[in-house]
């Protein structure tokens, strides 16, 4: 008799996806902290460095963490990534705008 499909998906196994993201998530993290303390670099380019380690562990994160690719129907969810993409952006920019009202 075959075994039911939860039975087999419910295996423990290493999680070496999320392992691995992990590792990729702390070297992204570990180079941003040495580019902004130890390098000799201009500000704004050690800005456009922090920024693109950023982006890179963010798509790092969705992809390895949040399942982006693994959807019901088998393509990505535009939608619902551009409205994410909106709330992040409104809330960052409103960070920024808020935290600087009032000091000049």
Avoid: D
């Avoid at 998530?25 to 390098?39: P, R």
């Avoid at 800005?47 to 992809?63: D, G, K, P, T």
């Avoid at 129907?73 to 600087?100: P, Y």
């Amino acid at each position: 008799m075959a075994k039911p499909q939860a039975a087999v998906q419910n295996k423990r196994t290493f999680p070496f996806k999320h392992f691995v993201g992990y590792l990729f998530s702390i070297v992204l993290t570990l180079l941003a902290v040495w580019v902004a303390f130890e390098s000799e670099l201009p500000a704004k380019v050690i800005m456009n460095v922090i920024y693109i380690f950023a982006f890179l562990q963010a798509a790092l994160q969705l992809l390895m963490f949040m399942h982006i690719t693994e959807t019901s129907n088998g393509r990505i969810q535009t939608g619902t990534i551009l409205f994410a993409v909106f709330i992040a952006i409104t809330v960052a920019a409103g960070s920024v705008w808020v935290m600087s009202a009032g000091h000049s």
